[in-house]
């Protein structure tokens, strides 16, 4: 099978995730400067097969759009010409970060390494993918 993609997407910084071949697990893959991540995910879908992206669309709490927003919808038309055989879904993002960071904190990881945003971003991506797979099986 082929992978799925996560990606958290930010105007500084993406956070990519990938699922294993059999789509089950979401595991944190990279963070790219936003300017490179086409460049990067071309070159990642050569080499490894892309069923699907999943895309975190940044919400308030009331569900309306951020400032965020328009920057991720920007990139979502990106990636539809980019790639025109492969879907982009997306997911509410609402909450991922702060999830990560309470998973980093779970996961007993120290308080620099917490402080790191690109591995939050990368687990935020990882969040959002897994999300995605788990809304698949329900």
Same mark, same amino acid.
């Given at each position: 099978?082929?992978?799925?993609?996560?990606?958290?997407?930010?105007?500084?910084?993406?956070?990519?995730?990938?699922?294993?071949?059999?789509?089950?697990?979401?595991? #944190?893959?990279?963070? &790219? $400067?936003?300017? /490179?991540?086409?460049?990067?995910? +071309?070159?990642?879908? =050569?080499?490894?097969?892309?069923?699907?992206?999943?895309?975190?669309?940044?919400?308030?709490?009331?569900?309306?759009?951020?400032?965020?927003?328009?920057?991720?919808?920007?990139?979502?038309?990106?990636?539809?010409?980019?790639? #025109?055989?492969?879907? &982009? $879904?997306?997911? /509410?993002?609402?909450?991922?970060? +702060?999830?990560?960071? =309470?998973?980093?904190?779970?996961?007993?990881?120290?308080?620099?390494?917490?402080?790191?945003?690109?591995?939050?971003?990368?687990?935020?991506?990882?969040?959002?993918?897994?999300?995605?797979?788990?809304?698949?099986?329900?």
């Amino acid at each position: 099978m082929a992978r799925i993609l996560g990606i958290d997407y930010g105007t500084k910084r993406v956070g990519l995730a990938a699922t294993d071949t059999l789509q089950i697990i979401a595991s #944190p893959l990279e963070t &790219v $400067h936003a300017k /490179d991540v086409l460049t990067y995910l +071309k070159a990642y879908v =050569q080499r490894e097969p892309v069923e699907a992206f999943v895309l975190g669309m940044p919400k308030r709490l009331s569900g309306e759009a951020t400032d965020a927003t328009q920057h991720v919808v920007g990139f979502q038309r990106k990636l539809l010409k980019e790639f #025109p055989g492969i879907p &982009v $879904h997306i997911i /509410d993002e609402r909450f991922t970060s +702060k999830m990560a960071q =309470q998973a980093m904190l779970a996961g007993g990881l120290k308080k620099k390494d917490r402080q790191d945003k690109g591995t939050v971003d990368r687990l935020s991506a990882a969040i959002i993918l897994q999300s995605y797979l788990e809304s698949r099986s329900i």
